[in-house]
């Protein structure tokens, strides 16, 4: 199986979109939008990534805390437990682990830093064009397990 380094090298955009705890919660939904991505990296002063905030953040500030959500920052709504993977990983492994965790997207950390972040279709397109005799089995470890 294929790993996430060779997915990276191949993968056309791999800037990592971040922001800090204090980012207000519709600029983060707008630059989820505007950047047509799925997930932001939240970073502390130093830089380091301190959690994750998604879509699925976002809605449920507004389900939870509909009432003062125009006041709500990213860091009242992260997700601060994140499962990471790196380069080396394989991709099966990743998909497993994602299926199990219920998520979407998977940071990739290296030597302490985050280098990129791998999604469920980034793994998708990779396999297609790549693997097309294992992404069958990939993808039925994601939703078979």
Known sequence: ???VQELLSRKAFTDVM???PDT???EAATTLRDRRIGILVV???DGDMIGVFSERDLVRAVAVRADEVVSLTVG???TDRVETCTYSDDLRDVVQRMGRGGFRHMPV???GKLIGIVSISDIFRYLMDHAPQQRLDA???YYCT
């Open 76 to 78: 009242d709504m992260l």
């Open 43 to 45: 970073r502390n002063a």
């Open 109 to 111: 950390m290296e030597n």
């Open 139 to 141: 993808f039925q470890s």
């Open 24 to 26: 207000p919660l519709a």
């Open 1 to 3: 199986m294929s790993t």
């Open 18 to 20: 971040g922001v800090t």
